[in-house]
């Protein structure tokens, strides 16, 4: 698991619940309500194990989400033809509080 700190934010590159539970939260709807960091997901569209209802089902829970589909990418790390979409929201999203 890759995982950034920067203030405040969390980015955790392997999800949200592998994430809570290496920082100690118990995983589930209440728990995500009461993450105050902005997060990133990025979801792509073709993933086969999530598919983008699971990464809208996050963007609901968790107040400081923002949802990034990613058209045609799978389920994994973001592959090189979609940086040019990734690499900027994760620059707004950890440029926010500084």
């Given at each position: 698991?890759?995982?950034a700190?920067?203030?405040?934010k969390?980015?955790?590159?392997?999800?949200?619940?592998?994430?809570?539970?290496?920082?100690?939260?118990?995983t589930?709807?209440?728990a995500?309500?009461?993450?105050?960091?902005?997060?990133?997901?990025?979801?792509?569209?073709?993933?086969?194990?999530?598919?983008?209802?699971?990464?809208?089902?996050?963007a609901?829970?968790?107040?400081?989400e923002?949802?990034?589909?990613?058209?045609?990418?799978?389920?994994?790390?973001?592959?090189?033809?979609?940086?040019?979409?990734?690499?900027?929201?994760?620059?707004?999203?950890?440029?926010?509080?500084q």
């Amino acid at each position: 698991m890759t995982v950034a700190r920067s203030g405040e934010k969390l980015v955790c590159a392997n999800g949200v619940e592998l994430c809570l539970e290496t920082f100690g939260a118990p995983t589930g709807g209440a728990a995500l309500r009461e993450i105050a960091a902005p997060m990133l997901v990025v979801q792509g569209t073709a993933a086969p194990m999530f598919p983008l209802a699971h990464g809208e089902a996050l963007a609901r829970e968790i107040p400081n989400e923002r949802l990034l589909p990613v058209e045609g990418m799978g389920h994994g790390y973001p592959p090189e033809w979609a940086w040019d979409a990734v690499v900027p929201a994760l620059l707004a999203l950890t440029a926010e509080r500084q």
